[in-house]
């Protein structure tokens, strides 16, 4: 995944970006193209600047997030299997204009777990692979499913995947393999478009299950729409990661 990557997590980051554009400017200075030098500086402040501010993090994030609108456990209907795709979120938090609350924190597979204790689907199918080490993503979820008691007999692991093609990919031989025809999936607001599209693309019959929305306005003391805000940028980044994953995919033929 792009920011999987040290230099692509930089570039996905506005300030980061804005950094390096105006390094950029600095060095083509030097060579007298001082036109350009501006050109740089005043894209780099602009593109810094209009992702500060909490009304285009809200804007942008909500065409992803609306798109499969969150569903309460009862709302969904049944299905073979819950397929949870690895990948967290940044700090799992509920609201991005929010400080992180280890209390209000959502992880996908809380997500996993009330639709399972919901009844919605008998097997949980974890995707992902080893990020660092020998222990996958999917192998740290099912433990911790595990020790909210869950069955071992009700997870299938898919321990390969890197990223969240290859997370539907394999996941689709394993629902093959297990005779699994119909999907509850489970990953965050943000990402659901792209996976949804990846899903279809292979073939699943898969029906979205996203966690809560995470970029809306909280309740109490919401920031100002066209001041910046520091935690619009914290939250552009997983913004601009998928509409560039919506792009890149598209590219490939992977939805």
């Known amino acids: 995944m792009l ?17 390096i554009l105006l390094t950029a ?11 350009f030098a501006v050109f740089l500086t005043l894209l780099a402040i602009t593109w ?19 798109k ?11 299905a073979d299997v819950i397929i949870v795709l690895g990948g967290n979120t940044q700090a799992n938090r ?25 009844g919605r689907a008998p097997r949980i199918l974890l995707a992902g692979g080893a990020r660092e080490g020998k222990v996958s993503e999917a192998q740290g979820m099912a433990r911790l ?3 909210r008691g869950i069955p071992d007999s009700a997870i299938i692991l898919e321990n390969e995947s890197r990223n969240t093609y290859e997370n539907l990919r394999y996941s689709e031989i394993l629902l093959r393999s297990h005779k699994l025809h119909s999907a509850l999936l489970v990953t965050s607001a943000l990402h659901m478009p792209r996976a949804q599209a990846a899903a279809e693309k292979r073939g699943i019959k898969a029906i979205p299950a996203s966690s809560a929305p995470q970029i809306v306005l909280p309740e109490e003391e919401p920031p ?32």
């Open 94 to 118: 509920a609201n991005w204009f929010e400080p992180y609350n280890r209390a209000t924190a959502v992880d996908r597979i809380d997500r996993a777990e009330a639709l399972y204790l919901a």
């Open 48 to 66: 810094v600047g209009v992702w500060s501010l909490p009304i285009t993090s809200i804007h942008f994030g909500r065409i992803l997030e609306e």
């Open 3 to 19: 920011s999987d990557i040290p230099l692509s997590g930089l570039l996905l980051y506005p300030p980061g970006l804005c950094l």
């Open 25 to 35: 400017a600095v060095v083509v200075a030097l060579f007298s193209f001082k036109r």
């Open 68 to 78: 499969y609108p969150y569903q309460t456990p009862r709302e969904l209907p049944k």
């Open 224 to 255: 100002a729409l066209w001041w910046p805000h520091i935690r619009s940028l914290e939250a552009s980044r997983t913004i601009i990661k998928e509409y560039l994953g919506l792009l890149g995919y598209k590219l490939r033929g992977w939805i």
């Open 145 to 147: 499913l595990k020790q």
